[in-house]
């Protein structure tokens, strides 16, 4: 079931029941990327799946990555009454995750980052302007095999033909100007010195293969949190919820489940 959160301008599905637990998808997917592990979580929570300002339904906001944090805390305040939420970020969505609490100290009970950081190397923040500047001048169907290769391993795609060729449409259907903005935030972000601000229990997972937030970023972001875990997903990539979606159940057990 979808519903409209913060003024109507977030849209989310919502299923399960209990404390709520939300999830917010990677820049190179969308909010289909954890179907396979909702069902297994909406036993245990009331599962809201938001899709990401600018994204699907979801009004684009102005402001930067600031304002994109502030929306989605507008979002899971008005869906958990506001009381304090358990958060799940993958990808993008665990930088605006952790951006969101740092902001907003209150609005997380705990809190999970999938393949993400507090920063890029220069190399990674080159990757986002090389793929700002391209989608620019030649579209977004110009980086989808650079995309899909940020998301999964080669071997992986090949396994997988009909699964690709979702992800590579569901890829073509993100708002272009919504996606350089992205790029050029994630480009220029630096969390490392407000990591000490969060002040509930984190954690920190990390595909083995991941070459969009290579696992070295994740050892620096467990390292700067006062209190986290983290966990390696052997075998899996940028997405482990839809790479290997009982992997990456079974790494939440102990924390969530």
């Known amino acids: 079931m979808d519903r409209l959160l913060a003024n109507g301008t977030v849209n989310a599905a919502q299923s399960g029941e209990g404390s709520p637990l939300f999830l917010f998808h990677s820049l190179l997917s969308d909010r289909a990327s954890f179907d396979a592990i909702v069902p297994a979580l909406r036993g245990s929570f009331r599962a809201i799946v938001p899709e990401l300002p600018g ?22 305040r ?41 920063a890029f190397s220069e190399p990674g923040r080159e990757a986002f302007r090389n793929m700002a500047k391209v989608s620019r001048a030649k579209g977004l169907e110009a980086i989808t095999d650079v995309a899909m290769r940020r998301l999964f391993a080669p071997e992986f795609q090949e396994r997988h033909p009909d699964l690709m060729q979702d992800r590579r449409a569901a890829f073509l259907r993100t708002d272009p100007d919504v996606f ?45 949190l006062p209190h986290a875990e983290l966990k390696i997903i052997p075998g899996c990539a940028h997405v482990p919820q839809l790479q290997a979606p009982q992997q990456f159940l079974g790494a939440l057990r102990g924390f969530l489940l």
């Open 55 to 76: 994204f699907g339904r979801s009004r684009a906001v102005e402001g930067g990555f600031a304002a994109v944090a502030d929306r989605m805390a507008e979002a899971v």
């Open 78 to 118: 008005d869906a958990a009454g506001g009381a304090p939420a358990i958060v799940l970020g993958n990808g993008y969505g665990g930088f605006v995750a952790l951006q969101m609490v740092i902001r907003h100290p209150k609005i997380a009970s705990r809190l999970v980052l999938a393949d993400c950081g507090a």
């Open 180 to 224: 350089r903005a992205a790029c050029e935030a994630l480009a220029g972000l630096d969390l490392r010195t407000e990591l000490v601000a969060v002040n509930v229990p984190v954690l920190v997972l990390v595909g083995e293969h991941d070459e969009a937030t290579p696992p070295p970023m994740s050892h620096e972001l467990a390292a700067g």
